[in-house]
């Protein structure tokens, strides 16, 4: 993994201008990403930018800048389909389905009109009080009216860790109970109060998989907007192989996998299945099974 500088152009310089979200829909210029239920239009494959006059009802928000100055906009629609105009050609599709099949800009700009729909959508009253809040910022920031507390699109911290045998040739995944034992994939858990990222490791891996580790180091990141997650990406060595085992709640089985076997099951040949490629946990195991970093 690399790392990768941010290709969305946040222009955090114009929130704080007085009806922009206004004069943004007015531009002809401006173009928009409509998101229902956390889901796209996509044409062709490629995620669709229309103008705001396409968009009959929306709640709205400042995306940023697309790569060639546009102005991109965010228009969180209601769960009817009617809201949007519709052509035969176009289908509405999310995260796992587009991700990997867009490029790492796109996915960028994907996953970020995903969460903030979501947080338009349920945050509207304040959490310490209950009162209705009012947009501010051009809807990345909230005020309530009866506290008048400020409230911002929440992101909430998460492990994601592959673990590898000590000598580097095997790698331990598990299977969630969510998923009946048809996939297996990398730990996570959400860090907790007081921990830091590095404890969290630590104490996931043991509670989820039942092995202590000798060593880890950083990877890579993923924001995750399902809720709104940052999945911090580890890759770690364990210190005792043997030890592996199931919680039995959240996590059903673990296993050792060779890289034969990782081979097979990402070419989708093998009894079991495997994140898929919109997921940092794909990444993880990939550059695992292609001994990178």
């Not at 206004?22 to 044409?43: C, E, F, N, Q, Y």
Request: proline content about 5%; overall charge negative.
């Amino acid at each position: 993994m690399t790392d990768q500088r941010s290709s969305l152009d946040r222009a955090a310089e114009l929130r704080e201008e007085p009806g922009v979200l206004d004069r943004l829909r007015a531009d002809p210029k401006t173009r928009v990403i409509a998101v229902r239920d956390g889901r796209v239009r996509v044409v062709d494959s490629a995620m669709l930018r229309v103008s705001p006059d396409d968009i009959v009802e929306a709640d709205w928000a400042l995306l940023g800048r697309d790569v060639d100055g546009t102005v991109l906009l965010l228009a969180s629609l209601p769960a009817e389909p009617a809201t949007v105009d519709s052509t035969p050609d176009e289908i509405w599709l999310g995260l796992r389905d587009l991700g990997g099949r867009i490029d790492p800009a796109e996915t960028e700009r994907l996953i970020a009109a995903i969460a903030v729909a979501g947080w338009l959508r349920d945050a509207a009253f304040c959490p310490r009080c209950g009162g209705a809040t009012e947009l501010r910022q051009a809807a990345w920031s909230r005020r309530c009216l009866v506290c008048e507390r400020d409230h911002f699109p929440r992101t909430d911290p998460a492990v994601i860790v592959a673990v590898e045998s000590a000598d580097g040739e095997r790698l331990l995944l598990g299977a969630n109970a969510n998923w009946g034992g048809r996939m297996y994939s990398c730990f996570a858990g959400f860090v907790e109060a007081g921990e830091s990222l590095e404890s969290t490791v630590h104490r996931e891996i043991e509670e989820e998989s039942g092995v202590t580790l000798a060593s880890l180091r950083y990877l890579s990141s993923q924001a995750w907007p399902f809720p709104r997650s940052l999945m911090v990406g580890f890759r770690a060595v364990v210190e005792d192989e043997a030890t592996a085992r199931p919680d039995g709640e959240e996590i059903i089985d673990v296993r050792w996998f060779t890289r034969d076997e990782i081979s097979t099951a990402l070419a989708g040949d093998g009894p079991v299945g495997l994140p898929g490629p919109a997921s940092i946990a794909r990444a993880l195991i990939v550059d695992w099974h292609e001994g990178r970093v």
